[in-house]
């Protein structure tokens, strides 16, 4: 790895382990179909609770940050690239799933790493 590499991925490394605000709007599983050729983000609704925490509108318990969670997703979306599937979410189909711009610009960055991915056959897992 590049010099310039193992500064960038130490930057991010860092940031991702900062606090952040979770969107009332909901949360996306984002992955990616091979076989299709598609990114893919599974929308799923939540609330947030007096600690801040996500938490299914349906039950009121909180959604686990890691492992297995079986809820239904309100729905799912696809897209050949990072910048169709950002045109779907945030100019056509779901206005107001996503009402934080931090969340906007996540979203973002992770479409395009999944994006990558896809196109160098590289594994992908979500921030």
């Not at 206005?95 to 395009?112: C, I, K, N, Q, S």
């Amino acid at each position: 790895m590049t010099d310039i590499a193992q500064e960038i991925t130490a930057i991010d490394d860092q940031l991702s382990k900062r606090d952040i605000a979770l969107d009332p709007g909901g949360y996306y599983i984002i992955y990616l179909d091979r076989e299709a050729r598609l990114i893919c983000a599974k929308h799923f609704t939540n609330i947030i609770n007096d600690r801040g925490l996500a938490a299914d509108p349906e039950t009121g318990e909180v959604i686990p940050a890691k492992g297995k969670v079986e809820r239904t997703a309100s729905q799912v979306y696809t897209a050949r690239t990072a910048k169709e599937l950002c045109v779907k979410l945030f100019e056509t189909d779901s206005p107001g799933a996503v009402t934080m711009f931090d969340h906007a610009a996540y979203l973002g960055r992770e479409l395009m790493r999944a994006e990558f991915a896809l196109i160098h056959g590289t594994e992908y897992i979500q921030d």
